[in-house]
């Protein structure tokens, strides 16, 4: 049982979050109209991505060829160290805020290298956009856990995660406000909407899709499958952190089973705020993201003074 | 001593400065011995932990004495210094070779063995007189140095504005030396710490400015850091590894003398000075790195940053042992300390692999750099771990000591009442927006000299270093490695390091070392072990690997073919620069930057104005220290100076007349 769990920890996010990308696809889909894919469209096109021939440039570098898989195993080495379904901490030495923090920043680190290695117009171009913001939503970010690990008066994200709703509504706003803040972040850090658009390569605006222009076949597959994991480690961060609802320590399959199923509805959840957001606003002009990065800072900075005021 | 063996090597090197390598040879074997010899010394001090002091000499003043006094910091500081001197050295071997036959290398040797042994008497000497020699020998040697490649004027220029800043510095030392013997009536560190209580509080305070002042010129703070920037990259690069590596961290040695050993307990707002300064220097450095595309100016930049980073361990530490909270202290302590030292090894990596591009491509630009990876590639192997471990990625070095650092300023927003925890938060929140700004600014370092394709003709003539060269980057590529995964080993000897400074004599740090390098903040506020993160981070990464390699992919195969170019086939001039790289941070702070855009065309014809024969676009950014605060007090010193120049009157008898004057009112104030 135990180590069931512990490969459980460890799978989880990769195996759930091409499913996050479909049903975020499919709701876009059906509020515009269409019929859409099906939700399982994504693990279809993994599947056969991987089966494919690759073309590399002749510019790349060993730095291209290895960057995906650093990316990848990044996601599934931070997926493992945060709060899926329990308390119960398989990784107490390696699951600290902060390790997760600069560890996804050395995911950022080998995607950024790896669209300029190639050499293109667009790869570089990628790479600056995407280290500008999530240098300036790094502050955010940090400040956003740290409102929680200073109420928790511990950074292991477990510990933290085992605190009950709000405190039992003694910190109402200032958690609140840490996870406003941590969703401006979200939405930078995942490439969403207002801050990337995921569906687009439109040269003047795309992010993420410029970075990994270049890659096809396998490393494209792990390149996409590494940012949709990214995608459900923040929702994971936002709900367990902020709302740790229904998690215990308890390991019996009963609650197990309760809390994995809990797991996938708060995931669902997020995944239909995400799809409205992307459905109901426009993309923000890049030099108007930074004031909504700062707006993240500043507000889990409230959050953390009025910890102490209240 | 180990001292004698760099004066032997300096004259030896004078001595065959006629013969290249015999000069070259036998400076390089004497900074090698001395600086082992150091290691060795300093690391069994550290590991026995006693205390050695003895005399060096005695002369006819008393107030003068060659006494050396090595405690626990001191070796620590010498060790860095030792562990640093070694590879530079060890890389100066094979670096110096490219200046055979155009300057002279016994004087290189010379001056080079003279700053190694000045900067072991600096951190070793217990005197402050014998401090200050000690002191002027490292910045003089220093300067010549910088203007040692002599023939390009910018160098000189550099060389000039060191010396100014330099000995700005040291004047503001001298008077806080002098006060403290006003007070204390000793040159002596420890005499000065037993009775520094008999000076009054308000000269306390102008003693600290003093201090500050001086050693923060040489550590190279905002506002005093502008000669930093200009002079680092002015010096061979092993030179410029030595400045930024270990001569700037005298004045952090200083600073953790002074103000945590020599004077304290210290008022609070000291603490709170530096650790302003700190997240000035950590920000702001930050970001005018980010703005430069000279490869040894964006690293000297970075120095700045770290140097605040260093200060916001410090400055905490200073803070929480005013307010007695010792255990704190000591864990901010610690943290500024391990800072130090990992700075120390990551910098000096990275301007030795600087160094090795620069002596390849004959240029500090970095827009002509470009797909160096494929020329060089253990250079650019040994570059990016500089970079990972510069940026605060894990496992590396820089990671731990940012972690220390981020849990000591955490400690201080959860422990501390409400203006000192703001100040903390807006510590805390300056060192997460560094992180990220430096890591953007490695993107576009490493990006920008290795990665795409190359930006000149020149990068095609390149060829990776010589041995010796490639074995001193080698050597700090893996302790960079090294003290990030024994974390924790470090983490306990720095802990040593720090109890053996009378304040935390007694005291318990908030960090404590668990089993399998685990570092712990307090009880349970926070935990993490190096090896148990490489250890799975790495077993994931091999077993992705195995899975995609061998398992789903058997029978596919990679073809080569152009990067996709719409069409056009693609030229270097395609590619993004690392200007145009930063461009857009850059535009995000234009307030604090204050960048600006000339653009001049010029035309076929004059009149009309249709066709354009070139088009020249002017960067910059401007220089607010130069325009706010240096202009100014150079036109306040000017203009005193042009009304004190009546009393020149260029007549002989009024200058008798003044000295009889003088005489007059120094005999009053005898009688």
């Known amino acids: ?78 997926g493992m160290n945060i709060p899926l379904f329990s308390t119960e901490n398989f990784f107490p030495m390696t699951s600290d805020a902060l390790v997760i923090v600069y560890t996804l920043a050395l995911g950022t680190f080998f995607l950024a290298l790896s669209g300029m290695d190639i050499g293109g117009a667009f790869g570089g171009f990628g790479s600056s956009r995407e ?87 396998k490393r494209l597959a792990l390149m996409e499958w590494a940012s949709a994991n990214k995608l459900v480690i923040f929702f994971v961060l936002g709900f367990n952190i902020f709302f740790p609802l229904g998690l215990v320590g308890d390991m019996s399959v009963g609650t197990l089973s309760m809390n994995l199923g809990l797991l996938l509805v708060k ?34 900075a409230v959050a953390i003074g009025l910890i102490h005021s209240l | 001593m180990i001292v004698e063996l760099f004066v032997l090597g300096a004259f030896g090197s004078l001595v065959f400065h006629k013969r290249d390598v015999w000069a070259n040879t036998w400076g390089s074997i004497f900074a090698l011995l001395g600086t082992l010899g150091g290691i060795i010394f300093s690391f069994f001090t550290l590991i026995q932990g006693q205390m050695l002091s003895f005399l060096l000499g005695q002369t006819s003043f008393t107030f003068l004495q060659f006494s050396l006094h090595i405690d626990m910091l001191s070796a620590f500081f010498l060790l860095a210094i030792s562990l640093i001197g070694f590879f530079c050295s060890l890389y100066g071997f094979g670096y110096v070779k490219h200046y055979y036959g155009k300057y002279d290398i016994g004087v290189l040797g010379f001056l080079y063995n003279i700053l190694l042994g000045s900067l072991f008497l600096v951190v070793t000497s217990s005197n402050a007189l014998f401090f200050l020699i000690a002191w002027e020998m490292m910045s003089i040697s220093s300067y010549f140095l910088v203007v040692y490649d002599r023939h390009d004027e910018k160098n000189v220029k550099a060389g000039s504005l060191y010396l100014i800043m330099t000995y700005v510095g040291t004047a503001f030392i001298i008077a806080f030396f002098l006060l403290a013997y006003k007070y204390t009536g000793s040159f002596q560190f420890d005499a000065i710490k037993s009775q520094h209580t008999l ?105 700045i940053e770290n140097i605040g980073i260093i200060l916001l361990g410090i400055g905490s530490s200073i803070i929480f042992s005013a307010l007695d909270m010792k255990s704190l202290a000591l ?118 000299i290795f990665l795409a394709r190359p930006r000149s003709e020149e990068v095609t003539h390149t060829k990776e270093s010589v041995l010796s060269m490639r074995g001193a980057m080698g050597g700090l590529a893996f302790l960079a490695i090294f003290f990030g995964i024994f974390s924790g080993l470090i983490t306990e000897i720095i802990t040593f390091v720090g109890q053996n400074l009378s304040l935390f004599s007694v005291t318990d740090a908030s960090v404590s070392v668990g089993h399998s390098q685990t570092l712990r903040i307090q009880e349970s506020f926070a935990h993490v072990s190096a090896p148990i993160m490489f ?62 855009i000339q653009q001049t065309v010029k035309y076929h014809d004059a009149e009309s104005r249709y066709i354009p024969k070139s088009r020249t676009v002017t960067m910059s950014v401007g220089n607010i220290y130069l325009t706010y605060f240096y202009r100014p007090l150079q036109k306040v010193i000017d203009e005193a100076s042009l009304r004190s120049k009546i009393i020149q009157g260029g007549n002989i008898n009024i200058y008798i007349s003044y000295i009889l004057i003088a005489l007059f009112v120094s005999l009053f104030f005898v009688l």
């Open chain 2, 535 to 596: 250890f799975f981070f790495g077993s994931i990464f091999v077993s992705v690997l195995f899975i995609i390699r061998f398992i789903i992919n058997r029978r596919q195969t990679i073809s080569f073919g152009e990067t996709w170019d719409c069409g056009t086939p693609l030229k270097p001039r395609m590619e993004i620069t690392t200007t145009g790289f930063a461009r857009s941070i850059i535009l995000v702070f234009k307030n604090v930057l204050k960048p600006s």
């Open chain 1, 267 to 300: 995931l669902l959840i997020f995944c239909i705020v995400i799809a409205l957001i992307e459905s109901s606003m426009a993309k923000f002009r890049f030099f108007r993201l930074p004031d909504l990065l700062v707006a993240s800072f500043i507000l889990n």
């Open chain 1, 1 to 78: 049982m135990t180590a069931f769990l512990f490969f459980l920890q460890i799978l989880l996010v990769p195996v759930v979050s091409p499913l996050c990308i479909g049903v975020i696809k499919k709701i876009k889909a059906r509020l515009q109209n269409r019929q859409g894919a099906s939700v399982i469209q994504p693990y279809r096109d993994l599947f056969k991505l991987f089966h494919k021939d690759e073309r590399v440039s002749k510019d790349a570098s060993w730095i291209f060829l290895i960057a995906p898989f650093v990316v990848f195993s990044v996601t599934v080495f931070v």
């Open chain 2, 199 to 303: 000076i009054p509080e308000i000269f306390q305070s102008v003693m600290f400015l003093c201090a500050l002042v001086g050693f923060g010129t040489k550590a190279g703070i905002i506002p005093f850091h502008i000669w930093l920037p200009a002079a680092h990259p002015a010096a061979p690069s092993h030179v410029s590894a030595m400045m930024s590596g270990v001569m700037i961290k005298t004045g952090i040695y200083m600073m953790v003398r002074l103000f945590l050993d020599v004077l304290a307990p210290v008022p609070l707002w000291w603490g709170e000075v530096v650790l302003i300064i700190g997240m000035v220097s950590s920000l702001l450095g930050v970001l005018y790195a980010l703005t430069e595309h000279d490869i040894k100016r964006l690293l000297a930049y970075h120095s």
């Open chain 2, 331 to 448: 864990l901010a302590l610690v943290a500024g300390l391990f800072h130090t030292i990992n700075h120390a090894i990551f910098k000096s990596l990275l301007f030795l692999g600087a160094g090795s591009v620069i002596d390849q491509m004959h240029t500090k630009n970095m827009e002509e750099y470009g797909g160096l990876i494929r020329y060089m590639p253990q250079t650019a192997f040994f570059f990016l771990i500089g970079s990972m471990a510069i940026s605060a990625l894990p496992p590396f070095n820089g990671f731990f000591s940012e972690w220390l650092t981020f849990q000591s300023l955490f400690q201080g927003i959860q422990n501390l009442s409400f203006s000192l925890e703001w100040l903390f938060l807006l510590a805390a929140g300056s060192l997460a927006f560094t992180g990220g700004l430096a890591l953007t600014c490695f993107v576009k370092a490493f990006a920008g």
């Open chain 1, 131 to 217: 280290m500008t913001l999530s240098a300036l939503a790094e502050g955010g970010f940090i400040f956003s856990l740290l409102t929680m690990a200073l109420l928790a008066g511990t950074t292991n994200l477990f510990d933290i995660a085992s605190h009950p709703l709000f405190y039992n509504g003694e910190y109402f706003i200032p958690i609140v406000l840490a996870f406003v803040g941590f969703f401006i972040v979200l939405l930078a850090e995942t490439a969403r909407f207002p801050f990337d658009n995921p569906a687009t390569h439109l040269e003047l605006t795309m992010i993420h899709e410029a970075m990994i222009l270049e890659y096809s076949g």
